[in-house]
């Protein structure tokens, strides 16, 4: 088994994630060998928290090209959304007040 922090890579920042916070769910960014229960476990050791349920899924490669050449594409993840217990929160964003 990885280290809890090989397993989790990033918190994903988006629109999308965002609103899915407000339902308890919390997109990460996870090492494409992990499988749901290494990232369940994971989840739990580094934030304290019960997790209930995984999806995962893996984000293919998209063509990118420079000027009027085809450069080449995008690199391939996986992607992590973990559900958490009724109640519990995850703060990865720090909350600052403002001044």
Known sequence: MNSP???IIRPIVSE???DLMEQGKYTFEVA???GKEEIAAAVEKLFSVHVTKVNTLSV????KRVRYQQAGKTRQWKKAIVTLAAGETIEIFGNKSAE
């Open 60 to 63: 293919k490669p998209k063509n």
């Open 5 to 7: 922090y090989e397993v």
């Open 32 to 34: 494409r060998n992990a």
């Open 16 to 18: 999308r994630a965002f």
